[in-house]
């Protein structure tokens, strides 16, 4: 996908994201299973981060998952933020998918609304918009 | 295998000062060289423990001390280089290879939250995950969520700790606040409050370890390490790795109770059997889990624990006598140090209007960012 101005997206991290980018509905996160354990993290790895295995795959992660828990960003993050400016408050919270792997993300929506147990659902997340260089990152907003 | 003691300890308050780290590096080692009752050419090795300080800091400073030519080695294990750097210590005097050994602990940070590139990948730090307090706070939720503990048991801690420190001229903030004045603090990340949470400062803090025949030579007041051990968190253990993903499926113990744990079995001793404990409250929340993690009460009961006052210097297991870091402030590399030079006093009965009655043993305990951490066990002879 690529934005109004027609400039491609970069994704944030390599091998986090699936490519190509085309739309907001086949926007997916990828992770890494363990052909020897079977645990799953977030991005492209060589290795298995649980038992150092060799087997790995890569999977497309579901969209879709439970709010474990979560806490509100009420100051601006030090460093290299590219999120809005002026800073606004925003949520920050590990969603847990069925896939068996917990994610940590920032939330859209509401900051009054968020609660543990909450349906959430992946959003690609185009940070640094109007700069020639574009990045796809990723959200999670409650579903309903 | 021979004891290995703490002879002398030093430290420079924790603050902000207009004094450069090798003005408080310095006078906290030379403390400790004065506390031991040896001179600086009687050292065989030294370590300095530090995050931010830069490259060789560690001969930097104590080359003020006066010319040498000893191994001087920098530690760096982020909340727990004091624990890493005190145990090089250990391993040197248990090898043969040194018979007295400074450990310092330095570190002079900027104002504010923390430099986020030191870690947290670039693509973290640009999508807003790189704020130290939003990792706690997230264990806090989940830590109510799943035993109902509240957010006055979170300010208790916090109001604990804040009085213990009045009377402690090595802390920062030396200053009671109420309860109202606590729950009404600004929220950082919620449900963590500013009253609630430590700040990165300056500060030094030193020790002098040698072997407990030595010391009988010399002399002193010396403190048997029973134990001093490092960890870093297992797989999925910890957030504050940073993690990026956590499992769903693997619940590994955290790194504080691997590190406990080991710490009280090298040290032939569970936790009932210490009479004081300092660890690290980064949070309010975090001592409250500690509770737990070092087996002062089972899982989930850290927060009632809390607002039964055990952990009052009063209590049954006092905890973070000195104040802990939401009111001495952390500079990281020496913020472990600073709990030992706290349980040394403690243990001679020393510590004043902090005083824990007869306290025979006591934990410093460190933990932060890779899930390091770091359990240090001292004895009265």
Redesign the interface.
């Known amino acids: 996908m690529s934005t109004a101005a027609d400039r491609p997206l970069t994704p944030?991290?390599k091998g986090?994201i699936s490519e190509p980018i085309d739309s907001p509905e086949a926007f997916r996160l990828l992770?890494s299973k363990c052909g020897t354990c079977?645990?799953?993290?977030?991005?492209t790895n060589a290795v298995c981060?649980?038992c150092g295995g060799s087997d790995l795959s890569t999977v497309r992660l579901s969209p879709e998952g439970i709010l474990?828990?979560?806490?509100?960003?009420?100051?601006a993050?030090?460093?290299?933020?590219?999120?809005p400016k002026p800073f606004a408050p925003?949520g920050?919270?590990?969603i847990?998918?069925p896939d068996?792997?917990?994610?940590?993300?920032?939330l859209e929506g509401d900051i009054d609304t968020f609660r543990?147990g909450a349906r959430m659902r992946l959003n690609l997340?185009v940070?640094d918009a109007d700069s020639p260089a574009p990045?796809a990152?990723?959200s999670f907003s409650m579903i309903g | 295998m021979s004891d290995v003691v703490i002879l002398g300890v030093g430290i420079h308050p924790f603050g902000r000062f207009d004094k450069s780290a090798e003005e408080i590096g310095a006078a906290a080692a030379q403390q400790a060289l004065d506390d031991a009752g040896v001179k600086w050419s009687d050292i065989d090795s030294a370590y300095l423990s530090r995050m931010y300080l830069p490259a060789t800091s560690g001969a930097r400073i104590l080359r003020r001390l006066g010319g040498t030519d000893i191994p001087i080695v920098d530690v760096e294990a982020a909340c727990a280089s004091g624990g890493a750097a005190l145990r090089q210590a250990l391993l040197a005097i248990r090898s043969g290879e040194s018979e007295m050994v400074l450990v310092l602990g330095c570190e002079k940070m900027p104002r504010?939250?923390?430099?986020?590139?030191m870690i947290?990948?670039?693509?973290q730090?640009?999508?807003?995950?790189?704020?130290n307090p939003?990792y706690w706070?997230?264990?806090a939720?989940?830590h109510m969520?799943d035993h109902g503990t509240t957010e006055e048991q979170i300010a208790l801690v916090a109001h604990k700790n804040h009085r213990n420190s009045v009377s402690n001229p090595n802390a920062m903030y030396r200053k009671e606040f109420t309860m109202e004045q606590i729950m009404n603090s600004?929220?950082?990340?919620?449900?963590?409050r500013l009253l609630e949470i430590c700040a990165p400062n300056d500060g030094a803090a030193a020790v002098v370890v040698t072997t407990a025949e030595r010391a009988r030579k010399i002399g002193g007041r010396p403190v048997r390490i029973a134990a001093c051990v490092h960890s870093i968190a297992r797989?999925?253990a910890d957030f504050r790795c940073p993690?990026?993903?956590?499992?769903?499926?693997?619940d590994n113990p955290g790194p504080t109770e691997v590190t406990a744990k080991q710490a009280y079995e090298r040290a032939g001793m569970g936790p009932h059997d210490i009479d004081c404990f300092e660890v690290q409250d980064t949070d309010a929340f975090c001592e409250i889990e500690i509770y737990e993690d070092i087996g002062l009460c089972p899982r989930g009961d850290g927060g009632r624990f809390a607002q039964e006052g055990h952990t009052q210097i009063t209590g049954r297991h006092p905890v973070n006598m000195s104040g802990g870091l939401i009111s001495k402030g952390e500079p990281v590399g020496a913020s472990h140090l600073g709990q030992v030079v706290e349980v040394v006093a403690q243990l001679r009965g020393t510590a004043g209007p902090r005083q824990v009655a007869d306290a025979k043993r006591g934990m410093a305990h460190v933990l932060g960012a890779g899930g390091n951490c770091a359990v240090t066990i001292l004895e009265r002879l």
């Open positions: 944030i991290r986090l992770g079977g645990e799953l993290s977030i991005g981060l649980n474990w828990t979560f806490t509100i960003v009420r100051h993050p030090p460093g290299d933020y590219r999120g925003f920050l919270g590990l847990e998918l068996g792997v917990r994610i940590m993300a920032p543990i997340k940070l990045l990152a990723f | 504010g939250f923390m430099d986020p590139s947290y990948a670039p693509w730090v640009q999508m807003g995950m790189s704020l939003s706070s997230m264990r939720r989940r969520y600004p929220l950082v990340c919620d449900p963590i797989y999925s993690a990026d993903s956590m499992s769903a499926t693997i």
